[in-house]
């Protein structure tokens, strides 16, 4: 059913609430699992369980999660769990352990406890917003790929029907938004490394598995080719962290006690994006960052660069920007795009998705198959 911006499962008009297909599955027997590497109360999954007029009403979408009876949340944890609009509604936390949830921090707190019902599983660190970008992580964060074989090994043992499980890469959205070209590529091949894991259950399952793989939009207007015929694109390979980590370690510089010279913030860009070393900068490149660096280190003029989810040191932006023009990407807009998306299936009835779709057929051609009216 088509809907309107900001309304999570509710009609347009945000008279009523619409049962989404995993509610609907939920009711037949089926256990649902919902991934992210966003927050589990983020506009995408509280689509699949939520009903509220306001994507940004993160408590009450937190309370329609503890009342989904839902079997597996796994994403960075909650936005808002206490309400800010109602002082003494409950804390989501303590509503989550009422309804019979279980919340691990860590895949090593969840492997111990060898968990079977009703799961949260979150990073260990209780502020991130988000997980991690891919590119920024050491092996003991939490990944996105983590939380789909935990899931996945869960359901295999635990639902005697059948699972739905819905797994978002959402934070290919974030990257593109702030446009980090880099990050993007790196977030979803991590996405892919998800799609893997599905993609070997559906071989050892393959009569009874269904993968279909899209995007709810594109964003960011992201062009391969800005210049001439040629794609660069293996310069993103020498950029070693996003940019917000970018943003992170320049604002540390930025407030210490010795300002780093103009060298010194070319010795971090050659080490963090390989310019100048396996990156040609021209003069005029560089006299262009050298303007960004003196306005924002020296002058202390500038300001963060605001987009969706992030708010960026300029001087990472137009590092990154300078970096995504070499390697011939184009970005058209900070915002999402009317483009179409790609849809990808395998597995039964996989065929049924041939052709260009509406997006309200990802569902209802499921429905038809489940036999939901
Ligand atoms: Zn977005």
């Given at each position: 059913e088509k809907t309107t911006n900001y309304v999570i499962g509710m009609d347009a008009e945000k008279n009523h609430g619409l049962k989404s297909l995993a509610r609907q599955l939920k009711d037949k027997g089926y256990k649902i699992g919902i991934i992210t590497s966003a927050s589990i109360d983020h506009a995408t999954p509280g689509g699949f369980y939520a009903s509220q007029p306001d994507r940004f009403m993160y408590y009450e979408i937190g309370v329609d999660a503890a009342n989904s009876g839902f079997d597996f949340f796994g994403g960075a944890g909650l936005l808002e769990p206490r309400s800010k609009r109602n002082l003494s509604a409950p804390c989501l936390y303590d509503l989550f352990n009422q309804k019979g949830y279980t919340m691990f921090r860590g895949m090593d707190a969840y492997n111990r406890a060898a968990a079977k019902d009703k799961i949260l599983l979150f990073p260990t660190d209780t502020v991130s917003k988000s997980l991690k970008y891919a590119m920024d992580r050491s092996a003991k964060d939490l990944s996105l790929p983590d939380l789909t074989k935990a899931c996945l090994a869960n359901f295999q043992e635990t639902a005697k029907k059948g699972f739905f499980m819905m797994v978002e890469g959402g934070k290919i959205d974030w990257a593109a938004h702030a446009h980090d070209g880099g990050a993007v590529v790196k977030e979803t091949i991590d996405f892919d490394q998800c799609i893997r894991l599905a993609y070997d259950f559906y071989k050892k399952h393959p009569n009874e598995t269904l993968i279909l793989v899209t995007a709810d939009h594109e964003t960011g207007g992201l062009g391969l080719g800005n210049s001439d015929m040629n794609l660069n694109i293996d310069l993103l390979q020498y950029q070693k962290c996003s940019q917000e980590a970018l943003t992170a370690a320049m604002r540390e510089m930025k407030s210490g006690k010795m300002i780093p010279s103009w060298e010194d913030m070319k010795a971090f860009l050659k080490k963090n994006l390989g310019f100048w070393e396996q990156i040609k900068i021209t003069p005029r490149e560089e006299l262009e960052l050298l303007v960004c660096y003196e306005e924002s280190f020296l002058k202390k003029k500038s300001k963060d660069v605001v987009s969706l989810y992030a708010k960026d040191e300029p001087l990472a932006v137009a590092a990154i920007a300078l970096l995504d023009k070499k390697a011939s990407l184009g970005w058209t807009t900070k915002t999402h795009t009317g483009a179409p998306v790609p849809l990808y299936a395998i597995g039964k009835?996989?065929?049924?998705?041939?052709g260009r779709r509406d997006n309200t057929d990802m569902a209802n051609v499921l429905r038809k198959l489940f036999l939901i009216k």
């Open positions: 009835q996989a065929v049924l998705y041939s």
